[in-house]
């Protein structure tokens, strides 16, 4: 069974649109992470969310807004794409016991056209 | 300020020669240090990671790293690399501490002559 898992893996869509990204652990870990890398790699932290309270929100466009369910889910809705949010997403998980060791998922692959 | 400074962006080597990446931190207190790997198209794999201890630590895939508080370095090492190795490697720090920002550094590039 896949750790981290993110869905879609590839997102092709027209500047304007709203769309979705969904993450889900299932490591029992109870802090979830949202990284963006772009083109040269670069890899920022976005948000972090510890038992479904948000701990880390990093200077991102409102238009981007995780959501958090339950622990083993965060999902990042982004409204009114722009050319410049295409990029790599990824979602990540750590255990707080753990320390900060953080498990990658596979990424999502977003083009905005 | 804290921060990660990988300075080789690409780095070629011949298959079965030795390995070193550089990164050095400036982090304000005791790091967390690690080394990430990502394949082409892939999500980053840990390699390995050091808070306390030996400061010479093995991670997966017969990787190294040594770290040394005097250089604020944690350089990765390999004694022989393989074709399979080709891949970005990523340096990060951060607190011990989980629900905190970790923070990469820029990746260097591997590449493997035949």
């Known amino acids: 069974d896949t750790a981290v898992s993110q869905t879609p893996k590839y997102l092709v869509t027209q500047m304007g649109n709203d769309k979705s990204i969904k993450c889900e652990q299932n490591?029992?870990?109870?802090?979830m992470y949202w990284y963006k890398q772009d083109s040269k790699k670069f890899l920022k932290i976005m948000f972090s969310y510890n038992n479904k309270e948000l701990i880390i929100n990093e200077t991102v466009p409102n238009r981007f807004s995780p959501k958090s369910p339950d622990k083993a889910h965060l999902n990042l809705h982004i409204n009114s794409l722009e050319l410049g949010d295409s990029a790599v997403y990824f979602c990540?998980?750590?255990?707080?016991?753990?320390?900060?060791?953080?498990?990658f998922g596979p990424g999502t692959r977003l083009t905005v056209l | 300020a804290q921060s990660v400074t990988q300075p080789d962006i690409h780095i070629t080597v011949s298959e079965g020669a030795s390995l070193e990446l550089r990164c050095n931190y400036s982090y304000g207190a005791t790091p967390y240090l690690f080394w990430y790997v990502q394949s082409p198209g892939q999500g980053l794999q840990l390699l390995l990671k050091y808070f306390s201890g030996d400061t010479l630590v093995q991670g997966i895939k017969g990787f190294e790293a040594e770290f040394k508080r005097s250089q604020s370095s944690f350089n990765l090492r390999k004694p022989s690399v393989h074709w399979s190795d080709a891949a970005e490697y990523f340096c990060?720090?951060?607190?011990?501490?989980?629900?905190?920002?970790?923070?990469f550094g820029s990746g260097t590039r591997l590449s493997i002559r035949p």
């Open positions: 990540a998980s750590s255990q707080e016991s753990r320390g900060n060791e953080q498990f």
């Open positions: 990060a720090v951060g607190p011990y501490s989980s629900a905190s920002k970790i923070i």
């Open positions: 490591l029992g870990h109870d802090t």
